[in-house]
């Protein structure tokens, strides 16, 4: 039986791609480089803000220039990141439900700590008390110590949670936590990206997903 459920945030709770690729673009064309389409930008989410960027920028951008565009994403998106961000349709309807059955719920994201804790505390605060996002002096996924966190702040094993994420960052970093995973298809990355992680469990919708968690908890 399964009695906690760690979530991916950014294309898996969180529809944050247009506030992520206006930030991006913003600082981008601050330091008089070319902008990025949101497709591109989509491709470059998943491992962080920093990470991000160095994939945004040119590659003839200088250290300088790449820590200026960094830093000036971070300030912007700090006060535009709820502009067009959004939940998926059915996120809080699932995330009630599994709290309701006794899940304890928590969220790793590779998304800033400043970030993760503003969007997820205003939209999910009353469902998940546990975040954890990107600080310094602790890997990003697909390292696991993010997912090792969370579970010591649940106080349960690997054993007993089960991850679940959009991304082939996601699908790593359950296997390098040793969790048993499922993958959304409505998030960032499409199921030939997933089954190519070796994904077995896949879920179309947040209602089918709550399905899916609900009978593992019975189990």
């Known amino acids: 039986m399964k009695k906690a459920v760690v979530f991916d945030l950014d294309g898996t709770l969180l529809n944050t791609l247009d506030d992520l690729c206006d930030s991006t673009n913003y600082a981008l064309a601050t330091v008089g480089f070319p902008t990025r389409t949101i497709e591109e930008v989509r491709r470059f989410v998943g491992n962080g803000i920093r990470k991000l960027i160095e994939r945004a920028v040119p590659n003839t951008a200088t250290a300088e220039q790449t820590e200026a565009c960094y830093q000036i994403f971070c300030e912007h998106y700090k006060q535009n990141m709820e502009n067009k961000t959004a939940e998926y349709d059915g996120i809080s309807d699932m995330l009630a439900a599994l709290r309701e059955a006794g899940y304890r719920l928590a969220i790793v994201t590779n998304k800033a700590d400043f970030a993760a804790q503003a969007l997820c505390g205003s939209l999910f605060g009353k469902y998940v008390k546990t975040v954890v996002g990107s600080v310094d002096g602790r890997p990003n996924k697909p390292a696991p110590d993010g997912v090792f966190y969370a579970l010591e702040q649940m106080g349960v094993t690997a054993e007993e949670a089960v991850f679940v994420g959009d991304s082939e960052v996601d699908m790593q970093t ?20 997933l089954r190519a992680e070796g994904v077995k469990t896949l879920a179309n919708t947040p209602a089918e997903l709550k399905n899916m968690l609900l009978k593992l908890k019975s189990c």
């Open 174 to 193: 359950a296997r390098n936590a040793k969790l048993d995973v499922i993958g959304v298809l409505w998030g960032f990355r499409d199921e030939a990206q």
